[in-house]
């Protein structure tokens, strides 16, 4: 992980920081996943949200992003799929400008999983099904359960009606739902956090397993333990801005004040 090298490139007032995994094998010159840019937004009484947010994420990690209430962690992860309109030029997906690419193929590409699940009538087995029926196609019974699986699912759930789960079985229909639009990148905004334990830990598990499948996960939490225990890389967002760039057992040795604050009052 390098988070001092700056681009000019781009004439850009930040650095550039790249949450990577250094393996041996790696290429050097293989081309981010996901690429933000100078990434700025402004309320409509004009108080900055983000700041020239740059950051490189490369492809099969699962990253954290953390940081105090209003510090901008949600409105940064709709910017990844176009929930608002960013600048072009300031977000790239296998280097392709995001705003360049038709909004709903994005949005199959990039899945997002909100904080309350919300299902359509009908069973399970309808739900999981519904976007791949939008694009004309029907998933075989074997790929549902293949994807209820993903989610941490058995196969008793295919036929229960929506209304009859939890809200920790829901979220984790919501979850074989955008999985069957086959994403290469999933956006969690707050998963678990209306959760019990026990659904927390099967959340937590089938992002883990999806990560293996080789999903790239950008997550949005409150809870240092959970990012500590399942991401790879956590990006601490502090006022609009990227402050630091950290492995989860690292967070301790965070520089920035209101970092080192928010981690002290959070642990």
Known sequence: MDSSNSDDRFGLREPFVVVEVNEPDS????????????LTRVSNSGVPILREVCVDISKGLIVGIIGPSGSGKSTFLRALNRLWEPSSGSIFLDGQDITDLDVLSLRRRV???FQLPVLFEG????NVRYGPNLRGKK???????????LADLDDTFVKKNSNELSVGQAQRVAL????????????????TSALDPISTQNIEDAIVKLKKEGLTIVMVSHSIKQI???ADMVCLL???EIVEVLEPQQLSQAKHPMAQRFLQLSS
């Open 238 to 240: 502090v006022d609009g």
């Open 228 to 230: 500590q225990r399942i």
């Open 139 to 149: 998933l075989q019974d074997e790929e549902i359960l293949r994807l209820l699986k």
């Open 176 to 191: 074989a739902r955008t999985l069957a639009n086959e994403p290469e990148v999933l956006l969690l905004d707050e998963p």
């Open 123 to 126: 069973n399970v087995m309808d």
């Open 111 to 113: 899945g997002m999983l």
């Open 27 to 38: 290429d050097p010159d293989t081309k981010p996943k996901i690429r933000v840019s100078g």
